[in-house]
């Protein structure tokens, strides 16, 4: 490890970096990180970074939440370890290269608050039984001129969906595309989307853990390019009541002995494998909703007819679902199929948010569930009589509503593990008890930039 990292702090060294940003996703999913010089990368390849034990109870306005299980004082010393083989000059800030952190104990054992371990793990749980799984993001994000008073000015006036809506920031287009290729981001697409000055973009699909680590990277390569245009990004699931919020939505597809189970067409799954693990994501949706879009912001983003997934049900191709079939087509064949998971943004840590997705999924293949019949409409253009009848219900929307779903969910509680949802549940709480005494809109004004 250290000739290793001795080469490499080398080659960055001739390159003309200067420092190694290590990186890890909080609570919140606010990136966290500690800068060291390129001189000492071999040292702090063996023994890490020094990191106080509190960030595992930061909440969203950077306070800290003492009283969480083993986590009632601010005793005690993590290392944080970069991981090497995800090492990344960022193309956007020449004199910094980048690297997703694992966190550890002073002795190198796991820490058991560290999500990115924890997914690591459940990833090889899963290879250990013949699963394997790939997870492709899409990232939407607001593009705003710089304000003095931190308001959104959205920096092109439309149409949606339209190339001439993004003439007006076609240097900063430009930049995200140059660098996420630089930084070894594989993006899908990029386009104008329908919220105002809204932008989403797709990173290819990956193994879970490097899904997680890129969505990290797709935000400083993101951030990095708007800086140098004089401009500024919100990821927030919801920077404003009168703007569309900014879904992170998860595609997955689980696999085994070389086969997608989720392969087929407009008829869904051609294996019954395949619909487990839909009705495994439904059986479970408002316990994963909590973790995957767990903020007061996601909650407010959950409106009907927004595209947010609202109502817990399913759909072949249908962009209202929470939880959306997407077909494989004689174009892209089978394999191209997956699920698409809506309630998810930026405000979720996403080595949890897939710790959290796959453990529900594949529970359901495990015991071989049956989804209910897909929707291909809008519950919520049904009357409540309509909805009670089909057996649609909305997705919790409070904290406390989101807590109990998730807290009566043994298969994710026990995935997440004491330590890890005790510290996640007291964020969550600080959060609800500060949001309750403002308005909705102060509370997504003050975190409009926090992502």
Sequence with gaps: MGERAAELAEQLRTAGVAGVVVVWADNNGIPRSRTVPVATLPQVAETGIGVSTVFAIFDTNDGIQYGAPGR?????DVRLVPDLDRLTPLAGQPGLAWAPGTQVTVDGSPWPWDQRSLLTSTVDALADRGYSALVGYEMEFAVSAASPDGAVVPAYRGPAYSPHALLEIDGFVTDVLRDAEANGLRIGQL??????????????????????DEQLL???TVLAAAARHGLRVSFAPLPSLQMAGNGWHAHTSLWRDGR?????????????????????????LPALAAVTAPSLGSAARLRPGFFAGAYGFWGIENREAPVRYVAGSPMLGD????????????????YLALTAL???????VDEGLTPPPPFASDPGTWTEEERAQAGVVPLPTTQADQEAALLGCERLTAALGEERLG????????DAAWGAER???DVLAAWRWRY
């Design 439 to 441: 308005d909705t809109e």
């Design 72 to 76: 009632e004082t601010p005793s005690g």
């Design 358 to 364: 796959l453990t529900a999924g594949v529970a359901g």
């Design 218 to 220: 797709a935000r400083q």
């Design 423 to 430: 510290a996640f549940l007291a964020v969550r709480r600080a």
């Design 260 to 284: 997608n189970l989720l392969a087929g067409g407009l008829d869904g799954p051609d294996d019954p494998a395949g619909g487990a693990y839909i009705a495994g994501l439904l059986r479970d």
């Design 335 to 350: 394999d191209h199929a997956n699920v698409e998971l809506k309630v998810s943004d930026a405000s979720a840590n996403p």
């Design 191 to 212: 386009h104008a989307e329908y919220g105002p000055a809204q932008v989403e973009l797709s990173l290819g699909a990956t193994d879970p853990v490097r899904a997680s």
